[in-house]
């Protein structure tokens, strides 16, 4: 008898000829998420299992945060020679029980010496007879007790739900904006989610925003890490740039003209990364620089596509995602951020894109960035 864990993926992707290689990714990313837990991965009849690890809630903890992974369910595999070794491991697993049941076996070895409703009866009978807390509802059960008849048996009653989405990488590449906020770590994880290989850049004003608030940010990009399989963050020097803005542009329109800057280097380091697309954690109407009209001048900057997750999304949305994917408390640390310290008292929010382009026009733009470019560092996490 071997514990093991089966792994479950959603359906809508794995029609036609793209199944195989989803299910390759998947399972790629499955071994990276169990690595160092001695477990093993494998497919068998387009099922995916777990096997040989050394603690199964651990292996649980991290296949469900898997993006691809739809629900798990840790299983029993045995002979299938012994169908009385069968009944009472089937006895055991329900042993807790209480409330409604239901067996459910398949036999995908049609040579078995009981068909599957046979297998139903005669379990769920024994099941009754061994457990008083337990009725037979065979429409609207409250415990499943799966019993699968292959190469061998394979027993289960637990479905755990995981995080859904598609596995990192069979979607393309796009470069995330992360700030320390709340919310930009949580729209990288939900546009990885969807099977995009995520990298990050953050704009960095040292000395107004202290080595502190950097390492917050890659606190944060190291906790997107696990899901994301692995994050660059290039950490841009920003401080020349803001200060420029600060004092030859309108005070108004200060964070909007710094904001397209910030999506303009974005979008070169994104080019030069091989991404397709931008990802920001702005939500309409949440602060100044992110009512319609607001956007609509960031937007202009960008060639690419601009993704923006949580667009609809309220604040009190957005803090649930973040407390369940853990880098709420990173957010919630105090050290500032380059927006918040060069703050203008009246922001525009009904911004003139003449306004602003006039006031960019005052600055040496290009070679800002190029500078900021070359002064840009990588890190790994
Ligand atoms: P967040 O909580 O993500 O910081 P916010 O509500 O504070 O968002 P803003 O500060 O207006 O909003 O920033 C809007 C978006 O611009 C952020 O979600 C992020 O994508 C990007 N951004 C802001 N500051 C930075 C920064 N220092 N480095 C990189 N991206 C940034
Ligand atoms: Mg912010």
């Given at each position: 008898m071997q514990d093991l864990l089966l792994v479950r993926y959603g359906e809508i992707f794995l029609k036609g000829l793209n199944r195989p290689y989803f299910i390759r990714a998947l399972v790629r990313k499955i071994r990276y998420a169990v690595r160092g837990l001695g477990a093993e991965v494998?497919?068998?009849?387009?099922?995916?299992?777990?096997?040989?690890?050394?603690?199964?809630?651990?292996?649980?903890?991290?296949?469900?945060?898997?993006?691809?992974?739809?629900?798990?369910?840790?299983?029993?595999?045995?002979?299938?020679?012994?169908?009385?070794?069968i009944c009472d491991q089937a006895i055991a697993m329900t042993r807790d029980l209480k409330g409604t049941f239901k067996v459910m076996a398949r036999r995908s070895d049609k040579r078995y010496f009981m068909?599957?409703?046979?297998?139903?009866?005669?379990?769920?009978?024994r099941i009754l007879q061994a457990n008083p807390n337990l009725k037979v509802d065979v429409h609207q059960p409250e415990h499943a007790v799966n019993i699968e008849i292959r190469e061998k048996a394979y027993l289960y009653v637990r479905?755990?739900?995981?995080?859904?989405?598609?596995?990192?990488?069979?979607?393309?590449?796009?470069?995330?904006?992360?700030?320390?906020?709340?919310?930009?770590?949580?729209?990288?994880?939900?546009?990885?989610?969807?099977?995009?290989?995520i990298n990050a850049v953050h704009f960095h004003s040292y000395p107004y925003t202290s080595d502190r608030a950097k390492e917050k940010v890659l606190d944060l990009a190291?906790?997107?890490?696990?899901?994301?399989?692995?994050?660059?963050?290039?950490v841009v020097p920003f401080t020349e740039i803001q200060m420029a803005i600060h004092e030859k542009c309108?005070?108004?329109?200060?964070?909007?003209?710094?904001?397209?800057?910030?999506?303009?280097?974005?979008?070169?380091?994104?080019?030069?990364?091989?991404?397709?697309?931008?990802?920001?954690?702005?939500?309409?109407?949440?602060?100044?620089?992110?009512?319609?009209?607001?956007?609509?001048?960031?937007?202009?900057?960008?060639?690419?596509?601009?993704?923006?997750?949580?667009?609809?999304?309220?604040?009190?949305e957005i803090i649930e995602v973040a407390r369940k994917i853990g880098t709420l408390e990173i957010s919630s640390l105090p050290f500032e951020d380059?927006?918040?310290?060069?703050?203008?008292?009246?922001?525009?929010?009904?911004?003139?894109?003449?306004?602003?382009l006039e006031g960019e026009s005052r600055l040496d733009g290009e070679e800002m960035i190029q500078r900021a470019l070359e002064g840009t560092e990588m890190i790994r996490v």
């Open positions: 494998w497919v068998s009849d387009g099922r995916i299992f777990v096997k040989g690890f050394s603690d199964l809630e651990t292996c649980i903890q991290r296949v469900t945060q898997v993006f691809g992974v739809h629900s798990v369910s840790p299983a029993l595999e045995m002979p299938k020679e012994d169908f009385d070794a068909n599957s409703p046979a297998i139903n009866e005669e379990v769920g009978y479905e755990i739900p995981a995080v859904g989405g598609m596995p990192v990488g069979t979607n393309g590449n796009a470069t995330l904006l992360l700030s320390g906020g709340i919310d930009s770590p949580v729209a990288g994880w939900m546009i990885a989610k969807r099977g995009v290989q190291r906790k997107l890490s696990f899901s994301c399989c692995g994050i660059k963050v290039f309108p005070e108004e329109y200060t964070t909007l003209i710094m904001r397209r800057y910030m999506m303009r280097i974005a979008e070169r380091i994104a080019r030069q990364e091989g991404c397709e697309a931008l990802i920001t954690g702005e939500s309409i109407g949440q602060v100044a620089s992110q009512t319609m009209q607001a956007l609509g001048t960031t937007d202009a900057v960008a060639e690419m596509p601009v993704f923006r997750p949580l667009i609809g999304f309220d604040k009190s380059c927006c918040t310290v060069f703050t203008p008292r009246h922001p525009a929010t009904k911004p003139k894109l003449e306004k602003i």
